[in-house]
Each structure stands twice: as C-alpha cells, then as structure tokens.
C-alpha cells in the first residue's frame, strides 16, 4: 500500500466533496463527509508541509513537531510570512471542522470547497523553485 500523497488527498476530498467515488455515497447518507473531507485536506496541507522540509532542510522534516514546521515556515529557510500565515490559517481552520462539537455547525461544501482551493494554491507555492536552498 502507499503512502497517501498530498495530491491523492486532495483528490480524495474533491470526490466527497462532488459525491462521486466509493466512499462518497456512504459518507454523504452518514453524515460524517464533512468532517472527512476536512480531515483529508488537512492531510494534504500537513504532506505538502513535510515534502516542503524534506526538499529544503531535511533536519527540520525529521522534526515530529508539526506546528514547529509551521512556525519554521516564516524563517529564512521558509517560503516567507505570508506562506506561513496563509498556512497556519487554512491548517487552524480545518483541525477545528475535523472535530465535532454540538455547538458548531459542521463546515458547508462551500468552505470545504474554498479551503481546497486555498491548499492547493499552497501546494503550488511549497514547491520547489530555483532559489530552494537545500540542506
């Protein structure tokens, strides 16, 4: 079996999100899709995050902190504040829709959908360019 990769997460999270796929109609007549779909693109934020220091400070991937990689973002190593910020955010936002409480309403496919879009546009920006400084 392989490791879920962040792309396959977010696929995974598009297909709950369209009701399409094999788990879509259970997790829909259940009523647990959203907490699901916010479960897998929280995954693959926190993938993307791990690739990112993998590529770019490995010492710091072997770090089982994640909020540490989250705040080590705004270093120099780091693809800048707004990255960072952007991600503490969408991470933030998705762990609370991932735990249920009676006094909240589970998150809408709508901001399901914006926080998708919002972690992918991440993605794209934890990908390595030409000035990715390695190890």
Excluded: N
């Amino acid at each position: 079996m392989t490791a879920p990769t962040p792309q396959r997460c977010l696929a995974a999270a598009d297909q709950l999100l369209r009701g399409t796929g094999l788990l879509a109609a259970t997790a829909v007549s259940a009523g647990w899709w959203p907490q699901a779909c916010a479960c897998l693109i929280r995954l693959a934020l926190e993938g993307g995050i791990d690739a990112y220091w993998r590529r770019a400070k490995p010492t710091v991937a072997a770090c089982r902190q994640g909020r540490a990689k989250q705040l080590m973002l705004r270093g120099r190593l780091g693809p800048g504040r707004e990255t960072a910020r952007r991600v503490a955010f969408a991470w933030s936002t998705l762990s609370a829709a991932t735990h249920h409480h009676c006094y909240e309403l589970t998150p809408t496919a709508v901001e399901l959908r914006r926080l998708h879009t919002e972690v992918s546009a991440l993605l794209e920006r934890l990908q390595p360019t030409a000035s990715t400084k390695t190890a």
